[in-house]
């Protein structure tokens, strides 16, 4: 087949070969033989952890339309694996045929893999920076697969009143012989009900080993064995194609219709729907059993009639109801959560897909990609010296290499949603040796994070950015070394806090100065304290992860900072994962500008259409969708002490608190110019990211929440401090609600963009 000949469809004699040196930085350790790991944490260790998972983008073929590519990467051993690469899309997503799409299996070692299509030219997927390069063979860039993280649309789903709930982190009391817990309150495999049922519809979320030098039926081994005689089977099979024995097989009767299987150490859901056998008043069986299963929200087993019982289930008598039994398969440690049926008349949905909702072909399992907290902890670890702090289940990612910045947080353990933006392509490349860094790394290290230090102002002739005297253009300007670079010292250290320190020296643009030492205290927050914050109690039923940062500058020199010599600020960025529905509020103080000043500043990237921003009644309200570039500020005078974010598509309100000093209005400016009143900058600022020209590509996408303290005038040895609290509450619309009308006075409906 002739590569021009490729259209929409690919060739069908696709090959998988080996070439060159497989292009990964890792730091291969002795071999970790028989190994098993039951978090993201604990298996970052392993050489070839971090390439495992899913990958997707577009590639385009000379002279061919581009083509929506999926790419799973499993790993079996240090140095080997299989990946399957799917054309359309990965199997179980709701734009691609039910069969997946064209699929191909694939296996290798660390060396680049070639693509190759038909006689006249190869393609080739290079691993690298946040994914995969595809490449033709003249070296040119033909697209990119960058790592995603799907999350099964119905994970979490609640049970309904009806139901009986047989697990949810309280107890064993619907469960008998040898059923057990583990510390975090999760179910262990090897367990089997006290009750007996008949038509179910069951909800089930597991969680399965990563178990590498495994393979086949030893590789995270369990099983849904319905009435004890019925077996859903239990497997990684993640990367593989669907076959009898595998993950949502009825074992050995009946593959699935698709492999909708994720990478081990994701939390899955299965939702079964059984209906049992009839049986006369003799005994006799009338009507087979049937079965229909869903895995993460795609339908794998639809309707399958049962004439006996599966695998050794097959030995046991058929009966009208039966216990539940998790298999405990050679010990392969298996951990189950939200697990609940309802005795129900069998009914299946009929549908490709469920939802959360119980809604049908509403959402597939990759329409969400945010990450994960444990998979972003995993990384983190193997590139920087990143430390996690905890408390129940709120934790944060602290890299003190990068100046002590929280990285990202989770409300709901390891396996919560990741809220902070991360740079996976620049934290993977790292630091690079002084001249080499090239394009924005030249001029800052964009790692992102969720909560940074930073010192202002940017710009202006008291700028520390710029190097006296040479225009205010892009290409003069530079963070300093202390903000970008540098690594700060860790001097205390618990379970949920952390002191770093740092001393150093700045030269602003009218060459003053500044010889200074910073303390940073990062501490997770307990509940007494977010209800603090917030005026109120916390919903029971909500999430929550809150964490303060102290931050006191020093003058640790033997002159007094002055405004006619420049002052510094302390300036705290937060950058957050973004969805398509996000809003920034911030609430504002009503009254005359001529008093207060205006109530927003957007001059800074041109003006942002209406649509966007919007002010009004108290309220200033920017879209965070990460797909417009604008910022905006908000004066001293106008700052309530507060702005946040609302994402309906995560269930998460964002908060940033900090304390305004009461009638300071001296804030150092950033505009890049020649100021007239170089301390007539803002106290909050927000920042939406986007493409930067007609061509250009967003750096993220993300949004920012910024807070600064007003302009530091220090005497000798004086210190000055400036306090920042970010929040991050999960729960539903309704509890969302109560707290935001207790911080604002206003329902969280206002939180809308309206078309005007």
Do not use: C
Request: glycine share 10%.
């Amino acid at each position: 087949m002739n590569m021009g000949d490729y259209k929409t469809k690919p060739a069908t004699n696709l090959k998988w070969r080996k070439a060159g040196l497989f292009l990964l930085a890792l730091g291969f350790s002795a071999p970790l033989f028989g190994k098993t790991f039951m978090s993201m944490e604990e298996a970052s260790v392993y050489p070839s952890f971090p390439v495992q998972g899913e990958y997707a983008g577009t590639i385009t073929l000379p002279g061919a339309e581009p083509v929506h590519v999926g790419l799973q990467v499993a790993a079996y051993g240090e140095n080997e694996f299989r990946a399957r690469l799917f054309f359309g899309g990965f199997p179980g997503d709701l734009t691609v045929p039910s069969d997946g799409g064209e699929a191909y299996q694939l296996q290798g070692a660390f060396e680049d893999y070639v693509l190759e299509f038909g006689g006249e030219g190869t393609l080739r997927l290079r691993y690298g920076l946040n994914g995969f390069t595809a490449l033709d063979e003249g070296n040119q860039d033909r697209g990119r697969l960058k790592r995603v993280y799907r999350k099964s649309p119905t994970l979490g789903m609640a049970p309904p009143s009806e139901a009986l709930v047989l697990v949810d982190g309280t107890g064993l009391e619907h469960w008998r012989g040898n059923a057990s817990m583990t510390d975090d309150r999760l179910l262990k495999q090897g367990a089997i009900t006290a009750g007996v049922y008949g038509d179910i519809r069951l909800h089930l979320e597991a969680k399965l080993a990563f178990m590498p030098e495994k393979r086949n039926q030893s590789r995270s081994n369990s099983g849904i064995y319905i009435q004890n005689r019925y077996e859903v089977q239990i497997l990684d099979s993640f990367a593989l194609a669907p076959v009898f024995n595998g993950n949502t097989s009825l074992y050995r009767v009946a593959a699935p219709l698709v492999n909708a299987t994720y990478p081990p150490l994701t939390w899955q859901s299965y939702d079964v729907f059984f209906r049992a056998p009839r049986f006369d008043a003799a005994g006799e069986k009338t009507e087979n059993a049937r079965v229909t299963v869903y895995l993460n929200g795609a339908l794998v087993q639809d309707d399958v009639e049962l004439e006996n019982g599966t695998g050794l289930g097959g030995q046991r008598q058929e009966v009208p109801r039966g216990e539940l039994l998790l298999q405990n398969h050679g010990g392969d440690p298996i951990r189950f959560r939200n697990v609940w049926l309802v005795e129900d008349e069998y009914s299946p949905p009929g549908t490709r897909f469920i939802d959360a909702q119980g809604g049908v072909g509403k959402a597939s399992a990759s329409t969400t990609a945010t990450p994960v907290f444990g998979d972003d902890l995993a990384f983190l670890k193997t590139h920087t010296d990143a430390v996690v702090l905890r408390l129940g289940d709120a934790a944060i990612a602290v890299v003190p290499e990068y100046q002590g910045r929280v990285m990202t947080a989770t409300a709901s353990g390891d396996d919560g949603l990741s809220s902070g933006w991360i740079n996976y392509e620049l934290v993977e490349q790292g630091i690079l040796p002084e001249g080499e860094a090239t394009g924005l790394d030249a001029h800052l290290y964009a790692f992102g994070g969720e909560e940074r230090i930073w010192f202002g102002p940017e710009g202006g002739q008291y700028s520390i950015f710029f190097e006296p005297g040479v225009p205010f253009e892009f290409e003069n300007w530079f963070t300093p070394a202390a903000i970008d670079t540098d690594p700060w010292k860790v001097v205390d250290q618990s379970d949920h806090s952390m002191t770093l320190t740092h001393s150093f020296s700045l030269m602003n643009y009218s060459r003053t100065r500044f010889d200074l030492s910073v303390k940073r205290e990062v501490k997770l927050l307990p509940d007494s304290a977010i209800e603090a914050i917030l005026g109120t109690a916390l919903p029971e039923s909500a999430a929550r992860v809150a964490y303060e940062t102290v931050n006191t500058v020093t003058n640790e020199g033997d002159q007094a900072w002055t405004p006619e010599g420049g002052l510094l600020s302390i300036w705290l960025l937060s950058m957050f994962q973004p969805s398509d529905k996000t809003i920034m509020f911030i609430p504002y103080v009503e009254g005359d500008e001529s008093d207060l000043g205006p109530v927003v500043n957007d001059d800074y990237f041109g003006s942002i259409e209406s649509s966007r921003l919007q002010a009004k009644e108290g309220m200033i309200l920017f879209s965070g969708d990460g797909k417009s570039r604008g910022k905006i500020g908000v004066l001293p005078g106008r700052s309530k002490g507060i702005a946040g974010s609302y994402d309906p598509v995560a269930g998460r309100l964002t908060l940033l608190s900090y304390d305004p000093p009461a009638d300071e209005r001296r804030y150092v400016n950033s505009q890049w110019q020649l100021q007239d009143d170089p301390y007539s900058g803002d106290a909050i600022n927000a920042y939406n990211d986007g493409p930067v020209g007609e061509d250009g590509e967003p750096m993220g996408p993300f949004y920012e929440l910024e807070s600064s303290s007003p302009a530091l005038a220090l005497a000798p040895g004086e210190s000055a401090i400036h306090v920042q609290r970010i929040l991050h509450i999960y729960a539903d619309e309704v509890a969302l609600d109560r707290i935001f009308r207790e911080l604002t006075g206003k329902p969280l409906t206002a939180v809308n963009l309206k078309r005007e």
